[in-house]
């Protein structure tokens, strides 16, 4: 028992240190634009006019099809991987319709003060089929990359999105001669999910012997025998939920997808 309450208890440090750290993340996701937009130059690496074409192109897109494709470029994002960064931000804005997780985000970092040049594409989980990780990175590689180190990141983008639209239709075929050796393959389940999913595997199985327990609280976990109490901060309410929102004509606003991991990405 001893052993079991010592389990449960570094378990439960480690969810508290994990949701410590995706409240820290948050505080470097910008606000969702009002009205809502589907292209986000924070950092103005795009002129008006291309970031215009770029928006109408993804508006027609989400419109045809229901699948949402945002990019957001940006200046700083911590000490944090940009991975991680972009999964955050797709759950914080919910890119994607909630029924179906049917969001992409293509996230643009250019951090000058400590030489850091990064894109992520992040997909929802509705869309993790059609484009998986090995076809997120051939886009990486063979669109974005090679355009923004030519210095044309609206064309990176362009081609990007693009190639995007057809993987998700089934349509895209890798360039002839491509090669993914060396490709650092990015997704997986989050360990969050595997640190909850293993404190419920063990609660439900030290309940089936006893039949009885300790309860999990608005605020944290209360009691468990001897365990002392575990505090999670923030309390109710809030979370990562996206959520819609309308905008007078042109996009109508993000619709509460999220995401779970998967996406490729690589430095320019």
């Known amino acids: 028992m001893k052993l079991l309450s010592s389990s449960i208890l570094l378990l439960l440090f480690l969810l508290q240190a994990f949701v410590a750290q995706a409240q820290g993340i948050e505080k470097y996701i910008p606000a969702a634009s009002n009205p ?27 419109d045809s099809t229901s699948n949402q494709i945002a990019i957001v470029t940006i200046g700083y994002i911590g000490d944090y991987d940009i991975s991680d960064f972009a999964v955050a931000l797709g759950r914080k804005w919910g890119i994607g319709g909630k029924e179906f997780s049917n969001g992409v985000l293509i996230v643009v970092l250019e951090d000058k003060e400590r030489g850091k040049r990064k894109v992520w594409i992040a997909t929802g989980y509705g869309l993790e089929g ?46 002839t001669g491509y090669s993914n050796r060396g490709k650092k393959k990015g997704g997986g389940i989050p360990l969050g999910t595997v640190i909850v999913v293993v404190i419920i595997l063990i609660i439900i199985s030290n309940i089936n012997k006893r039949g009885g327990g300790g309860m999990m609280s608005r605020r944290g976990y209360r009691r468990w025998d001897n365990t002392p109490p575990i505090w999670f901060p923030g309390g109710g309410g809030g979370g990562w939920g996206g959520g819609g929102s309308s905008g007078g004509g042109g996009f109508g606003g993000f619709g509460g997808g999220s995401f779970g991991g998967g996406g490729a990405g690589g430095d320019w």
């Open 36 to 62: 809502p937009k589907l292209v986000n130059d924070l950092i103005d690496k795009l002129t008006p006019e291309q970031e215009e074409a770029l928006e109408r192109k993804l508006v027609a897109y989400d």
């Open 130 to 175: 059609a484009i998986p990780d090995i076809t997120a990175k051939q886009i990486i590689e063979n669109d974005i990359v090679p355009n923004f180190k030519a210095h044309d990141i609206y064309r990176g983008l362009d081609e990007g999105t693009s190639d995007l639209m057809r993987a998700a239709a089934g349509e895209y075929k890798a360039p």
